[in-house]
């Protein structure tokens, strides 16, 4: 405010600086007036002013017991001193006795201040005291010390990798701000090597599931959306473990779509979150239904009014159409109209998009559009991005030649500085070989020379003294009309530019004091070329030949003294410089004998003649060498292939040791199957395999059967009318682009799916199912029940009633029945009659219409208040029925053992007083589902109250009880 001019700032600067160097050396000082001079030397750095005369006092101020003065000298510390000053390693004696106080607001202020003091030098000596500060009773300090580690992994990539177990433990941190800062830690260490971590992708869904369900302190909510930086870094995270990983990715797909369902609020931050949904889809293995409902979002980025939207939904597009091209051609006319956008950032993202759909149907509009943009922006770095997909997809999808060398040629003439001397090269060797039809090949020839010569016409129609034209489309010309401008005579062009004419025009251009060297040089071998192809050299010709054969340039010197030697041997200059000889073998003279004249007066003079070299005994391995020992040209004899059969295990008289499964196994990626398996507030504890103890084993064949995917039917065209409808100028600037995109399902599975398949093992239709019978090992003794806990809650107090028998869970994508299989018995053998061959994964798990089916739920075990407080948040979603009960079942505590039996809930608690039982259970796809049943014995009737977001899984549950009770 005091400055208003950049001289008077410095003027005011330069006093404050003055002063500065008198104070700050003053030996009484008090700390508190240094801890001023300080923030005012930082101050003095920040605006560009050297301040080093007061960095040693920052240093000193670190030392302070004083807890202000303290951070102000960490704070000045880091902003003044560079990475490489020395100063730095005078600070690590001190950070480590912060770091080992007592006093944890001195370890917060060196943890802080390490973080932007540490070098990659200063690491290993701060190592151990960071590791121990990760099992510090305050939070905080926990969280500090993570961020500390985070930012010795971005200095030294792999100092870290020893205690990379203990960070995996403080995922399991009770403090949420912990936990977020140890996810930011594990996705850079992903993204380093994916496949150490793609066992902790059920603890990122477990806390997921916790973060959608507001089960963090509000402090965490932004515009009531639940932790939502974590919760990008979380979709971040599967998105990178999940990439190309099938059985990685399929213990997400349940939770992403939850996700995009519950961010959809409304205002900026849900759709950050659905963006984010959608990249991890397309990162993910594919599956349909998250595709469909990713494209579903995108429509809505893109039909908005707001242009940050639009941008996000283009951008978004552009990641799924990479590999799902189809989703595109439903937002033909949405990008039409981006296009055609005022705003330049919007029509850029556009332009990316155009170019990854670029095909061979719809090559010419997309890049038609990109000429145009090139031809408006003057934005250097666009302009070089443009050229160089122009002139790939032009290399790639040209429809015709005529059209690739009119588009290369266009591209030179908008931007010839910026495209690549190889794009030019692959156009001249276009012309010059052709495809081999004699007849095309004259054609495009000609059609070449009449457009390049119109290009030549025009910028020498207009004098100056300049070339407008880029250097390289000047080559290009004077190549192609120096080798086929004859054929400017079989031409709708010979009246108006007859080839005299045309060279005429060439030495015009040549002439020109702006033109380079190496131009100069391809337009006098074209006049060259020329004259050879008339039969004679032109005065204007000559001209220029005698005029730069005094060239400072040895190039153009050189071609000027070749042409007049030419000239003076007419029939010899046609003779070398035949008319389309470009692609011709040239004959080798190898006994070169046009040099025998030469030898001869050599000879004659007294040269000596030539003597060849003899051979050195000692160098001619061939006659002393035996012959084991020379050169071998030949190929080595190919391996023999050999079999080799590995012994078949005799199980039924080997004693197997069962080791329980980790908690990432295949079950465990299955929709819903693990969220409730991990342990830990925030997800699964690294795994621990307990000691292993021998168990006898069986063996016994099971089924397996194949099946095969059946497409989703698609809808029924809709009727239209037999009269065409004239389509307007934007659908049909549509129907271009989205022509090669098909807007019909794709009912082909993906490559990577296919991939993995023997190419033997095609299905055919109404085929029956074959099945394989291979042996699987079981166990004899049953599992432990395992110990449950609640994992979402903060406080809330743990039952210390033995848990019920669990219902069993069900993997989704397994095609077997399990919803009959009793907790103790071995799963029944599957029978072909009982799979389903068409069966949709989201219809098992829940996620789909299925009438007339009841899947047993998974207990969830609650306390009374936590039910309370879920029961009054489904309040808006009740489904009550009142059915009559039969005397065996008027019993609450008989009530609670069928519900628990059958139906797969938990008990609660059973109010004997009043005759009431409470429950609680999840379907398999995580919906909550609550049951208050009233029993009364007086009239013989029973109320079952359900609370579910599921209204259809509600109403299912009430069937089966009513049907159960009877």
Same mark, same amino acid.
């Given at each position: 405010?005091?400055?208003?001019?950049?001289?008077?700032?410095?003027?005011?600067?330069?006093?404050?600086?003055?002063?500065?160097?008198?104070?700050?050396?003053?030996?009484?000082?008090?700390?508190?007036?240094?801890?001023?001079?300080?923030?005012?030397?930082?101050?003095?750095?920040?605006?560009?002013?050297?301040?080093?005369?007061?960095?040693?006092?920052?240093?000193?101020?670190?030392?302070?017991?004083?807890?202000?003065?303290?951070?102000?000298?960490?704070?000045?510390?880091?902003?003044?001193?560079?990475?490489?000053?020395?100063? %730095?390693?005078?600070?690590?004696?001190?950070?480590?006795?912060?770091?080992?106080?007592?006093?944890?607001?001195?370890?917060?202020?060196?943890?802080?201040?390490?973080?932007?003091?540490?070098?990659?030098?200063?690491?290993?000596?701060?190592?151990?005291?960071?590791?121990?500060?990760?099992?510090?009773?305050?939070?905080?300090?926990?969280?500090?010390?993570?961020?500390?580690?985070?930012?010795?992994?971005?200095?030294?990539?792999?100092?870290?990798?020893?205690?990379?177990?203990?960070?995996?433990?403080?995922?399991?941190?009770?403090?949420?701000?912990?936990?977020?800062?140890?996810?930011?830690?594990?996705?850079?260490?992903?993204?380093?090597?994916?496949?150490?971590?793609?066992?902790?992708?059920?603890?990122?869904?477990?806390?997921?599931?916790?973060?959608?369900?507001?089960?963090?302190?509000?402090?965490?909510?932004?515009?009531?959306?639940?932790?939502?930086?974590?919760?990008?870094?979380?979709?971040?995270?599967?998105?990178?473990?999940?990439?190309?990983?099938?059985?990685?990715?399929?213990?997400?797909?349940?939770?992403?779509?939850?996700?995009?369902?519950?961010?959809?609020?409304?205002?900026?931050?849900?759709?950050?979150?659905?963006?984010?949904?959608?990249?991890?889809?397309?990162?993910?293995?594919?599956?349909?239904?998250?595709?469909?409902?990713?494209?579903?979002?995108?429509?809505?980025?893109?039909?908005?009014?707001?242009?940050?939207?639009?941008?996000?939904?283009?951008?978004?597009?552009?990641?799924?159409?990479?590999?799902?091209?189809?989703?595109?051609?439903?937002?033909?006319?949405?990008?039409?109209?981006?296009?055609?956008?005022?705003?330049?950032?919007?029509?850029?993202?556009?332009?990316?998009?155009?170019?990854?759909?670029?095909?061979?149907?719809?090559?010419?509009?997309?890049?038609?559009?990109?000429?145009?943009?090139?031809?408006?922006?003057?934005?250097?770095?666009?302009?070089?991005?443009?050229?160089?997909?122009?002139?790939?997809?032009?290399?790639?999808?040209?429809?015709?030649?005529?059209?690739?060398?009119?588009?290369?040629?266009?591209?030179?003439?908008?931007?010839?500085?910026?495209?690549?001397?190889?794009?030019?090269?692959?156009?001249?060797?276009?012309?010059?070989?052709?495809?081999?039809?004699?007849?095309?090949?004259?054609?495009?020839?000609?059609?070449?020379?009449?457009?390049?010569?119109?290009?030549?016409?025009?910028?020498?129609?207009?004098?100056?003294?300049?070339?407008?034209?880029?250097?390289?489309?000047?080559?290009?010309?004077?190549?192609?009309?120096?080798?086929?401008?004859?054929?400017?005579?079989?031409?709708?062009?010979?009246?108006?530019?007859?080839?005299?004419?045309?060279?005429?025009?060439?030495?015009?251009?040549?002439? %020109?004091?702006?033109?380079?060297?190496?131009?100069?040089?391809?337009?006098?071998?074209?006049?060259?070329?020329?004259?050879?192809?008339?039969?004679?050299?032109?005065?204007?010709?000559?001209?220029?030949?005698?005029?730069?054969?005094?060239?400072?340039?040895?190039?153009?010197?050189?071609?000027?003294?070749?042409?007049?030697?030419?000239?003076?041997?007419?029939?010899?200059?046609?003779?070398?410089?035949?008319?389309?000889?470009?692609?011709?073998?040239?004959?080798?003279?190898?006994?070169?004998?046009?040099?025998?004249?030469?030898?001869?007066?050599?000879?004659?003079?007294?040269?000596?003649?030539?003597?060849?070299?003899?051979?050195?005994?000692?160098?001619?391995?061939?006659?002393?060498?035996?012959?084991?020992?020379?050169?071998?040209?030949?190929?080595?004899?190919?391996?023999?292939?050999?079999?080799?059969?590995?012994?078949?295990?005799?199980?039924?008289?080997?004693?197997?040791?069962?080791?329980?499964?980790?908690?990432?196994?295949?079950?465990?990626?299955?929709?819903?199957?693990?969220?409730?398996?991990?342990?830990?507030?925030?997800?699964?504890?690294?795994?621990?395999?307990?000691?292993?103890?021998?168990?006898?084993?069986?063996?016994?064949?099971?089924?397996?059967?194949?099946?095969?995917?059946?497409?989703?039917?698609?809808?029924?065209?809709?009727?239209?009318?037999?009269?065409?409808?004239?389509?307007?100028?934007?659908?049909?600037?549509?129907?271009?682009?989205?022509?090669?995109?098909?807007?019909?399902?794709?009912?082909?599975?993906?490559? %990577?799916?296919?991939?993995?398949?023997?190419?033997?093992?095609?299905?055919?239709?109404?085929?029956?199912?074959?099945?394989?019978?291979?042996?699987?090992?079981?166990?004899?003794?049953?599992?432990?029940?395992?110990?449950?806990?609640?994992?979402?809650?903060?406080?809330?107090?743990?039952?210390?009633?033995?848990?019920?028998?669990?219902?069993?869970?069900?993997?989704?994508?397994?095609?077997?029945?399990?919803?009959?299989?009793?907790?103790?018995?071995?799963?029944?053998?599957?029978?072909?009659?009982?799979?389903?061959?068409?069966?949709?994964?989201?219809?098992?798990?829940?996620?789909?219409?299925?009438?007339?089916?009841?899947?047993?739920?998974?207990?969830?075990?609650?306390?009374?208040?936590?039910?309370?407080?879920?029961?009054?948040?489904?309040?808006?979603?009740?489904?009550?029925?009142?059915?009559?009960?039969?005397?065996?079942?008027?019993?609450?505590?008989?009530?609670?053992?069928?519900?628990?039996?059958?139906?797969?809930?938990?008990?609660?608690?059973?109010?004997?007083?009043?005759?009431?039982?409470?429950?609680?259970?999840?379907?398999?796809?995580?919906?909550?589902?609550?049951?208050?049943?009233?029993?009364?014995?007086?009239?013989?009737?029973?109320?079952?109250?359900?609370?579910?977001?599921?209204?259809?899984?509600?109403?299912?549950?009430?069937?089966?009880?009513?049907?159960?009770?009877?």
């Amino acid at each position: 405010g005091e400055s208003k001019s950049k001289q008077e700032e410095d003027r005011i600067i330069a006093d404050e600086v003055a002063v500065l160097k008198k104070r700050i050396p003053e030996g009484g000082i008090s700390k508190k007036k240094l801890k001023e001079l300080l923030i005012r030397l930082v101050y003095v750095e920040m605006l560009g002013h050297d301040g080093s005369f007061g960095y040693i006092k920052a240093v000193e101020l670190c030392a302070s017991t004083n807890l202000i003065q303290k951070r102000v000298g960490y704070l000045a510390a880091a902003l003044v001193l560079s990475p490489e000053h020395d100063f %730095r390693f005078m600070l690590v004696n001190q950070l480590q006795r912060d770091m080992a106080s007592s006093n944890q607001l001195e370890c917060w202020a060196a943890l802080t201040g390490l973080s932007k003091l540490v070098t990659k030098d200063m690491i290993p000596a701060v190592m151990s005291d960071v590791i121990r500060l990760l099992d510090h009773k305050v939070e905080l300090l926990r969280k500090k010390a993570i961020m500390v580690l985070h930012r010795f992994h971005q200095l030294s990539s792999g100092c870290i990798d020893h205690i990379v177990d203990k960070i995996r433990r403080c995922l399991c941190d009770r403090d949420p701000s912990v936990m977020g800062a140890t996810v930011c830690l594990l996705h850079d260490l992903a993204v380093v090597s994916p496949s150490k971590f793609k066992d902790l992708i059920p603890s990122f869904v477990s806390i997921l599931k916790q973060i959608t369900e507001h089960r963090l302190p509000r402090e965490y909510d932004y515009h009531r959306m639940p932790a939502p930086w974590i919760t990008v870094r979380l979709l971040r995270l599967l998105g990178i473990l999940g990439q190309g990983d099938q059985a990685a990715s399929e213990g997400s797909y349940e939770m992403l779509l939850d996700v995009m369902r519950r961010a959809d609020t409304g205002i900026n931050v849900g759709y950050a979150v659905m963006y984010e949904c959608v990249r991890t889809v397309t990162r993910i293995y594919p599956n349909a239904t998250l595709l469909d409902t990713a494209a579903g979002n995108i429509a809505r980025f893109i039909k908005s009014e707001n242009h940050n939207l639009k941008y996000l939904g283009i951008t978004a597009l552009a990641e799924i159409v990479k590999d799902h091209p189809k989703y595109a051609a439903e937002h033909q006319l949405a990008v039409i109209e981006c296009l055609e956008d005022p705003d330049e950032t919007l029509r850029r993202k556009t332009l990316d998009l155009l170019y990854r759909m670029v095909n061979p149907v719809n090559v010419e509009f997309i890049v038609s559009k990109l000429l145009s943009f090139l031809a408006d922006t003057s934005d250097e770095f666009l302009r070089a991005e443009l050229v160089a997909r122009i002139t790939s997809s032009a290399e790639r999808f040209a429809p015709s030649n005529t059209w690739y060398v009119q588009t290369v040629t266009r591209v030179l003439e908008i931007a010839g500085d910026l495209v690549q001397p190889e794009a030019a090269v692959n156009l001249m060797v276009l012309i010059a070989e052709g495809s081999g039809d004699a007849e095309t090949d004259i054609e495009l020839r000609c059609e070449s020379v009449v457009h390049l010569a119109e290009l030549l016409v025009m910028e020498t129609d207009e004098e100056s003294e300049t070339v407008a034209m880029p250097s390289l489309l000047l080559q290009i010309i004077a190549w192609v009309l120096g080798e086929y401008g004859a054929l400017i005579a079989e031409t709708d062009m010979a009246e108006e530019c007859p080839l005299p004419k045309l060279i005429d025009r060439l030495c015009a251009i040549a002439e %020109r004091p702006s033109v380079d060297s190496d131009t100069r040089a391809h337009l006098i071998t074209a006049l060259l070329k020329l004259s050879a192809q008339c039969g004679v050299c032109s005065s204007h010709t000559a001209a220029v030949v005698e005029t730069f054969s005094r060239s400072q340039s040895l190039n153009v010197q050189q071609r000027c003294f070749e042409f007049t030697a030419l000239l003076s041997q007419a029939s010899l200059m046609q003779i070398v410089l035949p008319v389309d000889a470009s692609c011709e073998d040239l004959e080798e003279d190898g006994s070169m004998n046009f040099l025998n004249n030469f030898v001869a007066q050599a000879a004659a003079k007294g040269a000596s003649p030539y003597s060849p070299p003899t051979k050195d005994d000692d160098l001619d391995y061939s006659e002393t060498s035996p012959q084991n020992d020379q050169l071998k040209y030949s190929a080595y004899a190919a391996p023999e292939k050999t079999n080799i059969v590995a012994p078949t295990p005799d199980l039924g008289s080997a004693t197997l040791t069962a080791v329980p499964p980790p908690i990432t196994s295949k079950k465990a990626n299955a929709i819903g199957g693990s969220l409730g398996a991990a342990q830990g507030p925030w997800g699964a504890a690294p795994p621990k395999v307990p000691d292993p103890t021998p168990t006898p084993v069986v063996s016994a064949p099971v089924q397996v059967v194949e099946v095969t995917n059946t497409p989703l039917p698609t809808q029924s065209p809709v009727p239209v009318s037999d009269e065409p409808r004239e389509l307007s100028d934007r659908e049909k600037e549509a129907a271009m682009l989205f022509g090669g995109v098909s807007t019909t399902t794709d009912t082909k599975k993906s490559s %990577r799916r296919t991939a993995n398949k023997p190419p033997a093992s095609k299905p055919v239709a109404n085929q029956p199912v074959s099945a394989v019978t291979t042996p699987i090992i079981q166990q004899q003794q049953p599992v432990p029940a395992p110990v449950y806990e609640d994992l979402l809650g903060f406080d809330m107090p743990v039952s210390d009633a033995p848990p019920p028998q669990s219902a069993p869970v069900m993997d989704i994508f397994s095609m077997s029945d399990l919803s009959t299989v009793s907790p103790s018995q071995p799963p029944p053998v599957p029978s072909v009659a009982a799979v389903t061959p068409n069966s949709d994964p989201f219809m098992i798990a829940g996620l789909g219409t299925q009438p007339n089916s009841f899947v047993p739920l998974i207990p969830l075990v609650l306390t009374t208040p936590a039910f309370g407080g879920k029961w009054t948040g489904l309040a808006s979603s009740e489904t009550r029925v009142t059915v009559p009960i039969s005397v065996p079942f008027q019993s609450p505590e008989r009530f609670g053992r069928l519900a628990s039996e059958q139906a797969g809930l938990h008990v609660i608690e059973i109010i004997a007083a009043t005759m009431e039982v409470i429950l609680s259970g999840s379907s398999s796809s995580g919906v909550l589902v609550c049951l208050h049943t009233k029993i009364m014995a007086g009239s013989g009737s029973a109320t079952f109250t359900v609370r579910s977001a599921d209204k259809q899984l509600s109403e299912s549950l009430c069937d089966f009880l009513t049907k159960a009770v009877v």
